[in-house]
């Protein structure tokens, strides 16, 4: 664990010096995630930065390797390489791979400079009048699949004209950097919207965030660098993680890992955008050209039918295992997490850690950090407060 610096302010001071008390308060910051490129794209189930690094702060120290194994939107990633560490981060999703990817990748100045003309010049003439013959070739037809109804077909036409110049931009990062600009907005004017948005709408948005994303970045790539922070990212099964070529060629061992596992008979959509009445569609995978075949009970680790979640508990271990292959003896695990049936799951859970080679870090006289999600649609609102709309902190150390 680190020595923190103590501050003059005594509360201050004593919270960095307590583990347990700087968990809890960064757990319950019910702000807005912001800051770096955190908002660069609204991952589902995605914890706050300031758990993130807290956590990085209290259980690590400058150039220690952390791993995010199911790292989603890639906060343990950002936060850890601000903090100076090495970090890999993994997921099964070649989605989420793509966001942090776009997140921590950084551009050249003449990238730079490619996208903002983009978005200056080119983003403002995007039109559904827009021929068809020329945005055919950017329309993949699985991968729009209810985008035709009437809220969404202005817009599905308006983002291929947008994909279709994006291909103008250099190769390689700054069309990427686009299309998560493009990912942004159509998530921010399909997902889940009761009210269809206009072409001129998504223009306007479009033009506006993709120039405060640049900057955004710029601010990241420069402290990163400043501060030694470095990224590996991985798209494959967090199970064999200790066969990927990085730990082959690499002999420094793992730290401490801060996630969010998938949650025991909680369905997320991690892989769908809801449109035109909670229709799924998996255009997320349309304008980020990655490959999507796989259904929502393989991100989620089994069926949120299955009544006893047993092939989630058996996925959980596999994947619990691979990661303790990777850790040195002593790392920690800081992982936040629910059930849909917490009192039957939660033990089970624990169990799993236990066999897969953990122990749970007991706090002298304090229950663990139990909170309520804010603001999470895919919790069935319409059920009430629900339990898995209650995460609670788990902390581990690898023996």
């Not at 072409?199 to 710029?218: I, N």
């Not at 040195?328 to 897969?356: K, T």
């Not at 002298?364 to 319409?382: C, E, L, S, Y």
């Amino acid at each position: 664990m680190t020595t923190n610096h103590v501050e003059s302010n005594g509360v201050r001071a004593a919270q960095l010096l307590d583990p347990f008390a700087t968990l809890t308060d960064a757990a319950l910051d019910r702000a807005p995630i912001c800051g770096w490129t955190h908002d660069f794209y609204r991952y589902p189930a995605r914890f706050s930065p300031s758990f993130a690094r807290a956590a990085i702060e209290q259980f690590s120290s400058p150039g220690d390797l952390i791993v995010d194994p199911y790292m989603g939107g890639g906060t343990t990633v950002v936060e850890g390489m601000v903090a100076g560490r090495d970090v890999l981060g993994n997921d099964l999703n070649a989605l989420a791979v793509f966001i942090t990817r776009v997140k921590t990748g950084g551009l050249s100045p003449r990238e730079a400079s490619a996208v903002r003309v983009w978005a200056e010049r080119t983003v403002p003439t995007l039109s559904y009048a827009t021929p068809n013959d020329l945005v055919a070739p950017f329309i993949d037809t699985a991968k729009t699949k209810n985008l035709s109804a009437y809220r969404a077909r202005f817009l599905k036409k308006t983002i291929a004209a947008a994909l279709a110049t994006i291909a103008d931009l250099p190769l390689g990062r700054a069309q990427m950097f686009a299309q998560c600009a493009v990912l942004r907005v159509g998530q921010w004017a399909l997902d889940g919207k009761k009210k269809p948005t206009s072409p001129s709408e998504f223009r306007s948005r479009l033009g506006r965030l993709t120039v405060e994303m640049l900057s955004s970045l710029t601010r990241f790539s420069t402290t990163a660098r400043r501060h030694g922070g470095r990224a590996t990212l991985l798209n494959m099964d967090a199970a064999v993680l200790d066969q990927a070529a990085f730990f082959r060629h690499n002999k420094k061992r793992v730290s401490l890992v801060v996630t969010s596992p998938p949650y025991a008979g909680v369905h997320v959509l991690y892989h769908r955008w809801q449109v035109d009445g909670r229709r799924e569609t998996p255009a997320p995978y349309w304008i980020t050209g990655c490959k999507d075949g796989q259904g929502a009970s393989y991100y989620n680790f089994g069926d949120r039918r299955q009544a006893n979640a047993d092939r989630y508990f058996d996925m959980s271990l596999r994947t619990l295992c691979g990661i303790r292959n990777v850790l040195r003896d002593g790392a920690h695990v800081v992982q936040m997490v629910a059930f849909s049936r917490p009192d039957e799951q939660l033990p089970r859970y624990l169990h799993n850690m236990y066999l897969a080679g953990f122990s749970e870090v007991s706090w002298a006289g304090k229950d663990r950090i139990w909170r309520q999600v804010p603001n999470r649609k895919w919790h069935a609102t319409f059920f009430g407060r629900t339990n898995a709309a209650c995460e609670v902190v788990l902390v581990h150390r690898a023996v």
